[in-house]
Nanobody, 117 residues
Framework: VHLVESGGGLVQPGGSLRLSCAASRLTFSNYYMSWYRQAPGKERELVADIDSVGGSTNYAHSVKGRFTISRDIAKNAVYLQMNSLKPEDTAVYFC???????????WGKGTLVTVSS
């Protein structure tokens, strides 16, 4: 299973970025997909997740109303649209695929998002 994140970079406060996670070698529609992030010196935290068919989403309180998670089953991809970015959003963002019936999870290697002026 391969999960490859992209779309990170340097952005000014108030700006936007769209992260992508391309999944391969798995039946994408069987997996819940999540975005996590880990800031320097902090633990990894859940940012948002989406169910296997894209009908239900959840967000961390800190990003609700600013970030949107979505998935494209045809493209085996999950996205995180990030708007109104703040310096405290600076972190490495990771994509996770989770299959509940087998309790299996896979992680990508992450993409760095830096919010700074």
């Amino acid at each position: 299973v391969h999960l490859v994140e992209s779309g990170g970079g340097l952005v000014q406060p108030g700006g936007s970025l769209r992260l992508s996670c391309a999944a391969s070698r798995l039946t994408f529609s069987n997996y819940y997909m999540s975005w996590y992030r880990q800031a320097p010196g902090k633990e990894r935290e859940l940012v948002a997740d989406i169910d296997s068919v894209g009908g239900s989403t959840n967000y961390a309180h800190s990003v609700k109303g600013r970030f949107t998670i979505s998935r494209d089953i045809a493209k085996n991809a999950v996205y995180l649209q990030m708007n109104s970015l703040k310096p405290e959003d600076t972190a490495v963002y990771f994509c996770k695929a989770y299959r509940a019936d087998y309790a299996i999870e896979y992680w990508g290697k992450g993409t760095l998002v830096t919010v700074s002026s």
